[in-house]
């Protein structure tokens, strides 16, 4: 399973500056769904197509192909594997991630699907006007609605200029409260790593004991005389993906935090 996320200061350019790490965007097969979440014009947008429906299962999954033609300053994609989604059978399109909320959007590596018990234990933590918004038993919709319901108790929820401290501890404490739910459930499995976005910042978590390798890349672009454009700023971000030439890797029980000016700070979980 893989994430990519992503960040940049003038959309029009954001191919251009993926271009030449589009080796880092390129998941292996056999997949069984991929999606992508992205801010338009103000809004987040979602594509979402399952792998049998969007070409041979086998094959790798070019993410840049999909991007290439999107204008977009906030973007996160995410491809399931087989393996991954061996529990999930016959589910619907709309259960592919990553998951939306008002502005924000949401994807996650991990189980595709909660055991009842584990699911029952958890939403129990979230409001009644959330719980309406949730389809299904996916973990990563139920992740976002957990996070979402912890926001909303400091009554930030609605904050466009949510203060990154708030959005990091929420963070750290909605993986706590996943691990310790599915240790007392006797489940095997643990969150994986989470990006996360209110559509003017990014966060990007990798836990302790779960989290797939995690990697951090500037984007930069060049004008016509080859010469790096320093009004250009940009974030890329991927996990379990080839991490390739200039990128940084992200420790794991670590968050990353991108703010609104593309500004990067690695900080411990623990610590958020």
Request: charged share 20%.
């Amino acid at each position: 399973m893989s994430i990519l996320a992503c960040m940049c200061n003038q959309p029009q350019r954001l191919a251009e500056a993926l271009a030449p790490v589009r080796a880092s965007l390129v998941a292996p097969g056999p997949l069984a769904r991929w999606g992508m979440g992205y801010v338009h014009g103000g809004e987040v947008l979602l594509s979402r197509t399952p792998r049998s429906a969007g070409g041979d299962k086998e094959q790798p999954l070019d993410f840049y192909a999909a991007i290439e033609p999107i204008k977009s300053d906030c973007l996160i994609g995410h491809a399931a594997s087989d393996a991954d989604d061996a529990s999930a059978t016959n589910l619907p399109t709309e259960a592919t991630q990553p998951f939306r909320f008002r502005r924000w959007m949401l994807a996650q590596d991990g189980a595709t699907i909660v055991e009842p018990e584990v699911w029952q234990a958890l939403v129990d933590h979230v409001p009644d006007f959330l719980r309406r918004n949730l389809r299904g038993r996916a973990a990563a919709e139920l992740t976002l609605h957990v996070l979402m319901a912890m926001l909303h108790d400091q009554g930030v929820l609605d904050d466009p200029n949510l203060p990154s401290p708030i959005a990091r501890r929420a963070i750290a404490d909605t993986l706590a409260l996943f691990a310790n739910v599915l240790t007392r459930a006797g489940a095997a499995w643990r969150p994986g790593t989470i990006a996360v976005s209110n559509s003017r910042a990014l966060w990007v978590a990798r836990p302790e004991v779960s989290g797939a390798p995690t990697h951090v890349r500037r984007l930069q672009v060049h004008d016509d005389r080859g010469h790096r454009d320093d009004s250009f700023r940009g974030v890329l971000i991927t996990s379990a993906l080839p991490p390739g030439d200039g990128a940084e890797e992200v420790p794991a029980g670590s968050v990353v935090a991108v703010s609104r000016d593309l500004r990067v700070d690695i900080s411990a979980l623990a610590a958020a």
